[in-house]
C-alpha cells in the first residue's frame, strides 16, 4: 500500500508546522540528488515535495486529511495510483445510483478536490511533483575578539572559524572557514557584522544563509571597553598626585596628548576625555583611570629621600581610616 504523506515525512498527523518543516529539510538533505548516491534519490525527492507542499499548506492539509478520514470515496480501476495511496483518474461515492439529494452531496464533496475527473487539486498536485522548492540556509553566529585600537581606525583581518553546522547529509559537523573581514571603525562592544551568504548553505538551490559576527574587544588589566566607553589605566607618579602636574600619555587610539591630574589625585580616580572613547555615530567618552605608582628604594640616596618623606608628613596615619 503507499505510504501517506505522513509516513514519506516520517510525522505523525498531530505534527506542527515547525515539525513538518524540520523533516522536510531533514530528508531534503539526505536524497537531494545533488549529494544522494541512493539510485532512486530523484524520484524519492519528488515523493517528498509533494507531501511536503501538501501538508505545508493548511488548506491543502485539510483537504488530504478529508480524504485520509473518507477512503470510501476513492477506489483503485486500473489506473495508475498515486503516491497518496488514492486513485487520480475515478471518483465515487456508495450510493451514487439513490436519489438526487443524494447526488447533490456527491457534487458537494466532488467540488472540494475540483471539477472533472482527476480534480483541479490533484492536477496541481502532479504538476509539484515535478518541481522542488528551494529554501534559504540557516544563518550561522560567531564571535570575534579585536584590539580596542580597532575601534579607532577600522581594519581588515582574515580570520578563521569553526562554525558548527550540518552537512548535505544532515549530519553534525565542525565547519573550517577561513574569511577577510573589513571591521569597521565605531564597532560597539557586541555589535555584529553581517556577511552575506556565509552561513549554512541552501536547499535546493536556495540562498545561503548569512553569517554574523559579534564584535568583541580584548580586555586587559590597563584597557577594557563597555559599550562606547574605554576604561584606560593610567600609571602616575606619587608627586604628580599631591602636586596636581600636566602629564602627557599615549592614548589608545595612538595619540599622544597632554591631560592635567588634579592635585592630590589618588589610585582609581577616573578623569573623564568627553567624546574621546569610540568614534560611534554618539560617540563614547575614554576614561582615565589613574594609578600612583611608588618607585622602589634601591641606593642609599633613594631610601635616604623616603626618610625625608617620611619626616615631612609625620602626622600622616594611612591606616587611622
Same mark, same amino acid.
Given at each position: 500500500m503507499p505510504k501517506s504523506h505522513y509516513e514519506v515525512l516520517g510525522i505523525n498527523r498531530n505534527a506542527t508546522q515547525d515539525q513538518i518543516k524540520k523533516a522536510y529539510r531533514k530528508l531534503a538533505r539526505k536524497y537531494h540528488p545533488d549529494v544522494s548516491k541512493e539510485s532512486d534519490a530523484e524520484e524519492?525527492?519528488?515523493?517528498?515535495?509533494?507531501?511536503?507542499?501538501?501538508?505545508?499548506?493548511?488548506?491543502?492539509?485539510?483537504?488530504?486529511?478529508f480524504q485520509l478520514d473518507h477512503p470510501e470515496a476513492f477506489y483503485q480501476s486500473g489506473a495508475q495510483t498515486g503516491t497518496d495511496g488514492f486513485d487520480n483518474a475515478h471518483f465515487y461515492r456508495q450510493g451514487f445510483n439513490q436519489q438526487h439529494s443524494n447526488f447533490s452531496d456527491f457534487e458537494d464533496l466532488f467540488g472540494r478536490f475540483g471539477s472533472g475527473f482527476g480534480g483541479g487539486n490533484y492536477q496541481y498536485q502532479n504538476q509539484q511533483r515535478q518541481q522542488q522548492r528551494s529554501y534559504k540556509g540557516e544563518d550561522q553566529h560567531a564571535s570575534?575578539?579585536?584590539?580596542?585600537e580597532i575601534a579607532?581606525?577600522?581594519?581588515?583581518?582574515?580570520?578563521?572559524?569553526?562554525?558548527p553546522t550540518l552537512n548535505a547529509y544532515g549530519e553534525p559537523e565542525v565547519q573550517r572557514k577561513t574569511l577577510q573581514i573589513?571591521?569597521?571603525?565605531?564597532?560597539?562592544?557586541g555589535q555584529h557584522i553581517r556577511l552575506s551568504g556565509q552561513g549554512q548553505? $541552501? &536547499?535546493?538551490?536556495?540562498?545561503? =544563509?548569512?553569517l554574523y559576527?559579534?564584535?568583541?574587544?580584548?580586555?586587559?588589566?590597563?584597557?577594557?571597553?563597555?559599550?562606547?566607553?574605554i576604561y584606560y589605566h593610567v600609571d602616575i607618579a606619587p608627586w604628580e598626585a599631591a602636586l596636581g602636574q600636566g602629564i602627557e600619555i599615549s592614548t589608545p587610539d595612538g595619540k599622544k596628548i597632554q591631560v592635567n591630574v588634579p592635585k592630590n589625585a589618588k589610585t582609581g580616580?577616573?578623569?573623564?576625555?568627553?567624546?574621546? $572613547? &569610540?568614534?560611534?555615530k554618539?560617540? =563614547?567618552?575614554?576614561?582615565l583611570v589613574l594609578n600612583v605608582v611608588y618607585p622602589t628604594a634601591q641606593t642609599e640616596h633613594e631610601q635616604q629621600a623616603y626618610q625625608a618623606f617620611a619626616e615631612a608628613f609625620a602626622t600622616f596615619k594611612p591606616r587611622n581610616a
Open positions: 524519492k525527492m519528488q515523493t517528498i515535495n509533494v507531501a511536503y507542499d501538501t501538508l505545508s499548506n493548511e488548506e491543502k492539509k485539510a483537504e488530504y486529511d570575534l575578539e579585536i584590539d580596542p579607532y581606525h577600522g581594519a581588515t583581518q582574515q580570520i578563521t572559524l569553526q562554525i573589513k571591521i569597521p571603525k565605531g564597532m560597539k562592544e548553505n $541552501g &536547499i535546493n538551490g536556495g540562498q545561503n =544563509g548569512d559576527i559579534e564584535i568583541h574587544y580584548k580586555h586587559t588589566a590597563r584597557i577594557r571597553v563597555e559599550g562606547a566607553d580616580q577616573q578623569l573623564r576625555l568627553k567624546d574621546k $572613547g &569610540i568614534p560611534s554618539v560617540p =563614547g567618552h575614554l576614561y
